[in-house]
Each structure stands twice: as structure tokens, then as C-alpha cells.
């Protein structure tokens, strides 16, 4: 194994997102784009754009802050009200992103994240975290907020009953919107938004699908990257990225274009993702000529239930509350894990000529954590790949130390027999 | 009286035994309740028996390779027990996916703990108030009922729900009694001893429970304590397992005495009682919805632990209030840290401990509440 620096070809049209997102995120900014909803959680999006409400996802704006290593002082300040270091490291940045608002203290924050103050907090319970969260900001800012309660389904056959559920909660939401932004709710635009993540979904999962190739035209780090405008901007301009995300990596394909100048180990991530060590990570593991080739976290969203049918429900067009309730009752969280997650994880490991694979099991979320061991062992003795568990964190810097990384992860691909 | 106190004290010490006698003699199912809302009335009705599956104090062996050691200490020692094959005389396991933790782990404890006859999530609206989760309780308790039929092998009447729920009730006000009695003069019974009493009453038949309680309240009642200058204090937390024995005692070795609590092991185990008007499974939904203490893993936002806490020591004239969070119960974190902004123009001292399955310094702890005790006393 040599030791200088790789070159990693990385899917050109992602060069744009940081673009994207910081378009997005200046249109918090604008005041006739309808009042602003911090929402904590996957949420429904769709719903906000149809009812001129602006929105962003807190925990995507703590990703932002961590990517550039810059989430500690945000950690520090919630740590510092009382907040337990054991908290998800997400909720612990935009607390302490809010106490900091909250005091005046806006000019410490590095302008690129700056934010206005929220008119209304939104949370959806895929995790439990989310509800805590949502009251907290609502506290700190004296805003109105709106809960959704997603139940756990731990019977298939409740399947209906807990979209419903859902669903009639999120009837009461367009009241609450409708209420709180003196306009009719858009119902043709929540339309036309649905459709959309259906066209992104297909895109999304072609492109996704084509990492089966070897060498793969994209590694999950592209992937990532490109999720954004998917999870949380769900516009137009985002279903034009896919399509050119789409087309880049089926030509590179096509091309027998790699991102790695030579592909010796494919491997497969398990799990939310260490955004303050994105870089780190993808160099670590291109010294040894080693890619992520897919991974189980984020890509789902609106993909896997629609098109394969693995849910009872697909995109319904005619119902769109129940397809968004159904998207959200169909998260790894709010189902028996042994049920979706797994087999989607078990899929990936099955078709993706996967030599090793690496569960995060993080140090402040319980939903990624649990399972994770029976998770190793399962892959292991069922598929007799070489697996590492790493007990790092999504952002909280304090559990993740790159030599000691780097030494497992080297041991992780001795282990593969070639 | 002090012969009672021993005989709460000897169930208490042994989580279990005392439900594992009651099958060999009654030759009827024991039930398991994990989590913290699981409706007994409906398994009593049934005439099985309900108990509390609690946190064991032995170390965590078999469990660490399935669960991490950062979660909290009462689900890793849960899931030890488990596979340890303690829990495999339980008829059936109820776990209320009363947070992620628990969801997670009752399903690595039916994929790995192969002698559990049967373990049963259920599933509980987090946001109790809406019109929503009305219906959804009336359906998850209705499943419940199904549930214990098929257990018992028998049908459950409405006069049988009936019954179950005044047997509870009037344990439930016995409990108020000797809370009242506790208010009332200061130091009469410890705060261990008091733990012991709610404890035993999750793990033995109710009225055997009531009729013991009976003759130990009329004892406290003819009973003086002498003035004392003590630091009244109230105990808050500690979710899903009981509070930690020595916290409490050293807390009343340094100068305090707990004269109220809203701790798990204690009177949130019984500070809702069930209305005997209304049909049982809408009284029993409404005492789940209409919950009197605030849970940090609900959505209530009308009730807030601040207000309930503040209340709580103006009504026991207490003069601080000491807060216990299991460690890495995160649901428990977010709600400290809201009601202690909450309390800030109270001016009531607050302080907080954290509790590990393993074991914190007892030095450590007693240090530090005899300057929180001092720093009250002024
Ligand atoms: S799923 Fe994990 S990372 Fe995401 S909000 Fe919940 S605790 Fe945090
Ligand atoms: S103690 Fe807290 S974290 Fe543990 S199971 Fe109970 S509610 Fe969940």
C-alpha cells in the first residue's frame, strides 16, 4: 500500500450543490417569501413550499456548520446552558446557534450560516430527539410551533392505521399554516411538489443503482454531497440536478470512468455520516485505494417504497397528504428494524460487489447506534465480509480521532482477501 | 412498623422473586412491563400478574455485545437479564416504546434472547393531546385487552376492568396517604424506605401490597417526629428504574430529607388515578392522555415540569429541588434543561445528578450534595 496522495474523481456536476444550498439558504432572507418555519426533522417539505411558508432543516444547517469544522463553538455554547454533552450533536449546534441568536450574539456567528429568526418551529418524530428539540427552540424564541407524531409501527398489518394517523395530523398542519400565513393553502402546487419527488425519486435511484458497475461511476460521498436539494429544497431546480446527476454518473458508466484511478476495495457505509470528516474519510480511504460504494442513510427518502413497491403505498397523486404520510411511517426509524433498513442494507451487500463493510454507530444518536452489533455479526457470519464498526460521531468532533481512524480502517482492508 | 418496612424492603431487594413464588403457587401467567406506561388494570383484570421489570444491580455482562455502552444503564442491564434467561419465566413481555432506546432494544432482545416466551412492543402517542392519539389509545389498549384474553386463555368484562381499576385506585390513594403523611412530618420514614415500598408494589399482587400498606399507615399516623432542622428537599426523575438507593441516602445524611418526589420509582407510579364513572378502556385511555405528571418522553405542551415541580415543593415547603437523570436518557436531558429555564424567577434551588448503571463515586456524590444542602442552609 503506497502512501501519497490519490486523486479522487468525484461526480462533476456535485461541484454545484454548495451553490445550490447557499441559494437556498439566502432565501431564508427574504421577506416576501412568506414567513419562516425552522423544522426539526424529515419533514414535509412539499407542504411548506405549497402554503409560501420559507423553511429549512435544522439539522442540515448543523451539517453545513460541521463540513467546514466550524461546529464547536455552537457545541460549547449549548453544552454551557445545561444542555448534556449526551445530547444528538445535531440538536446540541442549532441550540446553541439559537441561544446565541437569542442573546444578541449574531456577529460571533461566522456569516455564511447567519439565519433570520423563526415566525413558527415544525418537528416530525421520526426520531424521539426531534419533539425535545422542537420545544426547546420554540422556548428559546417564544414561537408558535406544530408537532407531528409519527407512531412506531412494529406490526405490518397496522400499516393503514399509522398512515392515517399521520395523515390526519397533517390535516391539522395546513390548518395551522393556512392560520399563520393568512392564505389559502396551494393544494395544485402540494400537486405538482409530489410529482416532482417522484420524477427526483427515479432519478435519484437510476443513479444510485449504477454504482454497481465496477469500477463505480460514483461513491457514496457523491452521493451525500448531492442530497441536499432531495431532502430539503424539493424544487424544480432540484429535479434538474438529478437529471444531470443522473446523466453524468451513466456516462461515466458508460465510460468505465472510476472515481478512484484504481478501485481495489468497494465498501459499503452503514449509517448516518461523520460531515466534519467528509474529506478526511474520502482521502483516508483513497490512500489505500478504497471507496464507499453505497451506503444506508439518507438516500431513501422518497425512492425505495415508490418504486419497488416494497411499501403497500407508492406515489398516490391523487391523495398527496397520504403519500407524504406514508413516506414519513416508511423511515428506518419508525419501523422494525429488522424489517426496511435491514433490507435495504441487506440488498446493497447482496448486489454491490461489496468487499467490507463499515457500520457507524455514533456516539450521540440512538436510532444509528442500536443494532449496529448484531448488525456486524450478521454480516459476517451470513455474507463473511470483514466488517468495521466505528464509534464516531455525525458532528460532535470530540469522538473522532483521525490517526486511531485511519489504523482501523487500514486493519479493516488488510483483512480483505484478494 | 419497623417489621413491615423490612418486609417492603426484602421484595424490593429481590426484583423478581416474589412474581416467580406467585406463579409456582398460583400456577397462573406473570406479565413483564417494560417502559413506563404499560396498562396493568388490563392484565390484572385478566387475573395475571402485572410486574414492573426493573434495572438489576449486578454488573452488565452478556448484554455489552449487543448493546453499547452508551446507552442508558436500565436497558443494558434489561437486555443482560434477558439473556441471562432471568426474564424467561415471564409469560409475556409488554414494552412501551416509551423512547428510541427501548424501541431498539426490544428487538435485539427477540432476536437474541431466545428463552423469552414473548415480548410485545406497543406503541403509545407521544403528543397526548391530540384528537389523533385519542382514538389511537383506545386502540392500542383495546389490542392490550386482546392481548391478555389470549394470555389468560379467558374473556376480560367490563365489571372485571372495573374491579381492577379500584384495586388500583385505592392502592393509588394509599400511596398519596403515606406521601401525605411524609409531608406532613418531615423525617418520618427515609426516602430508601419509601422507594422500597413503591418498589415492591410494581413486583407483588396490588392487594397483598394495599394490605400491608394499610397497617404501616396507621402506625406512621400515631407516630411523632421530633423537630429537626433538616433541609426539605423534593427528588425529581430517574426514568425507568429506580433511583438510586445511596443518592437518596446520602442526600438525608448530609443535612436534607426528601419530603415529596416525582421520581419514577415513586409517585409517578401512581399519581393518576383512573376515573370509576366513566366505561373502563375510555376512563383507563383518559388517565393515559390526561397523565398528571408532565413526561419528559411526552408531548404535553400545557404541562410543564417546572410549573409541576414548583408546585410540588410550595405544597411539601421544600426548599430545593434535586433532579435525577439516568445517563443518556436523552428524552430526560432536553426536559431538565427546559424546566430549569423554566424555574429561573423562582429563585428555588435546583441541582442535578446523573446516575450510571455502573456506579458514580459515592464520595464524589456526597461531596457535592452536602455544599448544595450547606448552600441552602445559607
Ligand atoms: S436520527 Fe440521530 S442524528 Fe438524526 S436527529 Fe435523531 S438523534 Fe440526531
Ligand atoms: S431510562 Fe430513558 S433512555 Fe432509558 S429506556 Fe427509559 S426513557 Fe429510554
Redesign the interface.
Known amino acids: 500500500m503506497s502512501n501519497e496522495k490519490k486523486i479522487v474523481n468525484r461526480v462533476k456536476c456535485t461541484a454545484n450543490i454548495s451553490g445550490l444550498m447557499d441559494n437556498f439558504y439566502k432565501d431564508m432572507f427574504d421577506d416576501n417569501k412568506g414567513p419562516l418555519c425552522w423544522c426539526v426533522g424529515a419533514c414535509p417539505y412539499e407542504m411548506f413550499s405549497a402554503a409560501n411558508v420559507r423553511r429549512f432543516q435544522t439539522e442540515n444547517h448543523a451539517a453545513r456548520i460541521s463540513t467546514r469544522q466550524e461546529q464547536a463553538m455552537f457545541i460549547e455554547v449549548a453544552e454551557a446552558?445545561?444542555?448534556?454533552e449526551?445530547?444528538?450533536s445535531y440538536a446540541k449546534i442549532n441550540i446553541g446557534f439559537a441561544l446565541m441568536m437569542a442573546r444578541g450574539e449574531e456577529d460571533k456567528i461566522p456569516e455564511r450560516y447567519r439565519l433570520p429568526k423563526p415566525d413558527m418551529i415544525f418537528a416530525l418524530?421520526t426520531?424521539?430527539?426531534m419533539?425535545?428539540?422542537c420545544?426547546?427552540l420554540s422556548?428559546i424564541f417564544k414561537v408558535p410551533?406544530f408537532?407531528?407524531?409519527a407512531?412506531?409501527i412494529?406490526d405490518e398489518n397496522n400499516w393503514d392505521?399509522n398512515v392515517e394517523?399521520v395523515k390526519?395530523?397533517l390535516y391539522?398542519f395546513v390548518r395551522f399554516l393556512e392560520k399563520h400565513t393568512g392564505q389559502p393553502f396551494d393544494w395544485a402546487r402540494l400537486n405538482e411538489i409530489v410529482y416532482l419527488m417522484k420524477q427526483i425519486a427515479v432519478e435519484w435511484r437510476a443513479a444510485r443503482e449504477l454504482c454497481k458497475n465496477v469500477p463505480t461511476p460514483a461513491s457514496f460521498l457523491d452521493a451525500l454531497i448531492a442530497m441536499g436539494p432531495k431532502n430539503t429544497v424539493r424544487d424544480e431546480a432540484s429535479l434538474a440536478f438529478y437529471k444531470d446527476f443522473h446523466n453524468e454518473v451513466a456516462q461515466r458508466a458508460k465510460d468505465g470512468i472510476g472515481v478512484l484511478e484504481q478501485e481495489k476495495y468497494r465498501i459499503m457505509w452503514r449509517g448516518n455520516f461523520p460531515w466534519h470528516k467528509l474529506g478526511t474519510l474520502s482521502r483516508m480511504l483513497a490512500k489505500y485505494d478504497a471507496v464507499l460504494i453505497s451506503g444506508v442513510y439518507g438516500l431513501g427518502t422518497y425512492g425505495d417504497h415508490a418504486i419497488d413497491n416494497i411499501l403497500p403505498d407508492g406515489f398516490d397523486l391523487s391523495d398527496p397528504l397520504r403519500t407524504i404520510a406514508a413516506e414519513h411511517c416508511c423511515r428506518s426509524?419508525t419501523r422494525?428494524?429488522?424489517w426496511k433498513m435491514d433490507h435495504e442494507f441487506r440488498r446493497h451487500i447482496e448486489e454491490f460487489s461489496i468487499d467490507a463493510v463499515i457500520i457507524h454507530?455514533p456516539?450521540t444518536c440512538?436510532?444509528w447506534?442500536?443494532?449496529?452489533?448484531?448488525m456486524a455479526r450478521e454480516v459476517e457470519e451470513k455474507y463473511k465480509l470483514p466488517v468495521l464498526v466505528l464509534?464516531v460521531d455525525h458532528t460532535d468532533p470530540n469522538y473522532f480521532h483521525d490517526a486511531q481512524v485511519e489504523t482501523r480502517i487500514k486493519a479493516l482492508l488488510e483483512t480483505i482477501k484478494k | 412498623m419497623e417489621q413491615l418496612l423490612n418486609k417492603f424492603q426484602q421484595i424490593a431487594a429481590e426484583p423478581l422473586k416474589t412474581a416467580q413464588y406467585w406463579k409456582e403457587k398460583t400456577g397462573k401467567k406473570v406479565v413483564g412491563c417494560m417502559g413506563l406506561y404499560v396498562t396493568e388494570e388490563i392484565f390484572h383484570a385478566a387475573g395475571l400478574l402485572p410486574v414492573v421489570i426493573l434495572e438489576k444491580d449486578s454488573p452488565i455482562l452478556r448484554a455489552q455485545?449487543?448493546?453499547?455502552s452508551?446507552?442508558c444503564g436500565y436497558i443494558r442491564s434489561v437486555t443482560d437479564q434477558a439473556l441471562a434467561g432471568d426474564l424467561d419465566f415471564i409469560d409475556c413481555i409488554i414494552s412501551h416504546?416509551c423512547?428510541?432506546?427501548i424501541?431498539?432494544?426490544t428487538?435485539?432482545i427477540k432476536?437474541?434472547a431466545t428463552g423469552i416466551k414473548d415480548i410485545q412492543?406497543?406503541?403509545l402517542?407521544?403528543?397526548i393531546k391530540?384528537?389523533?392519539?385519542w382514538t389511537?389509545t383506545l386502540?392500542e389498549l383495546s389490542f392490550l385487552i386482546e392481548k391478555a384474553e389470549k394470555l389468560a386463555a379467558r374473556s376480560i368484562t367490563e365489571d372485571d376492568l372495573m374491579q381492577s381499576i379500584q384495586t388500583y385506585n385505592k392502592h393509588r390513594r394509599l400511596l398519596k396517604r403515606l406521601y401525605q403523611l411524609r409531608r406532613d412530618k418531615p423525617g418520618i420514614i427515609s426516602a430508601r424506605q419509601v422507594s422500597n415500598i413503591v418498589k415492591a408494589s410494581m413486583l407483588m399482587p396490588k392487594e397483598e401490597h394495599n394490605a400491608m400498606l394499610e397497617p404501616l399507615l396507621e402506625a406512621m399516623e400515631n407516630k411523632t417526629v421530633e423537630a429537626n432542622n433538616k433541609i426539605p428537599v423534593i427528588v425529581s426523575g430517574s426514568l425507568c428504574e429506580t433511583c438510586d438507593e445511596y443518592v437518596l441516602d446520602i442526600l438525608e445524611e448530609v443535612g436534607g430529607v426528601v419530603v415529596d418526589d416525582d421520581l419514577y420509582v415513586g409517585s409517578r407510579y401512581f399519581a393518576t388515578e383512573v376515573d370509576e364513572s366513566l366505561s373502563p378502556l375510555t376512563a383507563l385511555a383518559l388517565a393515559y392522555v390526561n397523565m398528571v405528571p408532565p413526561c419528559?418522553?411526552r408531548?404535553d405542551?400545557d404541562n410543564k415540569l417546572s410549573d409541576y415541580l414548583i408546585n410540588m415543593a410550595e405544597r411539601a415547603r421544600a426548599k430545593g429541588i434535586i433532579s435525577v437523570?439516568v445517563?443518556?436518557c436523552?428524552?430526560h436531558?432536553?426536559?431538565?434543561?427546559?424546566f430549569?429555564?423554566g424555574i429561573k424567577e423562582f429563585n428555588i434551588p435546583e441541582y442535578l445528578i446523573?446516575t450510571e448503571h455502573e456506579g458514580v463515586s459515592p464520595a464524589q456524590v456526597k461531596t457535592r450534595l452536602q455544599s448544595f444542602i450547606e448552600s441552602i442552609r445559607g
Open positions: 446552558e445545561g444542555l448534556s449526551n445530547v444528538c418524530n426520531c424521539p430527539t419533539i425535545q428539540w420545544d426547546m422556548d410551533k408537532v407531528v407524531d407512531a412506531y412494529y392505521r394517523y390526519s395530523q391539522d426509524y422494525r428494524f429488522d454507530s456516539r440512538r436510532p447506534a442500536l443494532t449496529t452489533y448484531d464509534e | 455485545a449487543h448493546v453499547q452508551y446507552m416504546d423512547c428510541h432506546t424501541r431498539m432494544t428487538e435485539i432476536r437474541n412492543p406497543i406503541f402517542p407521544v403528543t391530540k384528537a389523533e392519539s389511537y386502540q419528559p418522553t408531548h405542551p437523570i445517563k443518556f436523552e428524552a436531558y432536553y426536559s431538565y434543561l427546559t430549569r429555564r446523573e
